[in-house]
């Protein structure tokens, strides 16, 4: 895996997850981000999680990782080196909040552990993605479907819009957004993403 300096995150990117939580669909992306200690690889262990700031909900996602700087008119194939599946862990009674002030997000996103890896597999091409399905076990029952033909904005546009706007490195990542389906995770709960049919990576969430 590259270093990964800049974590990048997509929020509302699906038309049934915006409107299960209530929030208007979008008309431009959603940007915000997490810090890089955030960062925790789902490699079969416990990985530690807030148990005491109320909910705490899983969001699955594409993740995929810059293999270049941006560059206006680069293909996808040029620019993204690898795909790999995670969740953007949110605290939801946190967020809730912090959007009713009007206050950023990063509270609720933010926190050490919030943004979960697999391992990165080399990149398809938008094809390749089409033709599988990601999906999120709870328990070993599945929870979460999505696939990428279902994004309001595609990875080319999201790709134009971080770049010219934030800028984009070699090795940063960007969570695409989160299908329907987010819930509650409670402690000793085992998670596993699953990209087709294959195990992707587990991991046993540790509330404290």
Not at 138 to 146: A, T
Request: charged residues 20%; proline residues 5%.
């Amino acid at each position: 895996m590259q270093q990964i300096r800049n974590i990048y995150c997509v929020g509302r990117n699906y038309k049934l997850h915006a409107e299960e939580l209530g929030n208007d669909v979008p008309t431009k992306p959603m940007i915000f981000s997490k810090p890089t200690h955030a960062l925790a690889l789902a490699a079969g262990g416990e990985i530690e999680l807030p148990g005491s700031r109320g909910e705490l909900h899983y969001e699955t996602e594409l993740v995929i990782q810059m293999a270049r700087s941006y560059e206006p008119g680069a293909s996808l194939k040029q620019m993204v080196d690898g795909i790999a599946l995670g969740i953007d862990f949110t605290l939801r009674d946190v967020q809730s909040e912090l959007k009713k002030k009007g206050h950023p997000w990063l509270l609720a996103k933010g926190f050490k552990n919030s943004a979960i890896l697999t391992s990165f597999h080399p990149f398809p091409g938008v094809e390749g993605l089409l033709q599988k399905d990601f999906a999120l076990l709870k328990n070993g029952e599945q929870v979460q479907r999505g696939n990428i033909g279902n994004v309001i904005f595609d990875l080319a546009t999201l790709i134009q819009y971080i770049g010219e706007n934030f800028g984009l490195e070699k090795g940063d990542i960007i969570y695409t957004g989160t299908p329907e389906g987010v819930g509650p995770v409670s402690d000793g709960d085992v998670l596993t993403f699953l990209w087709g049919d294959e195990n992707w990576g587990e991991f046993t969430a540790k509330l404290r």
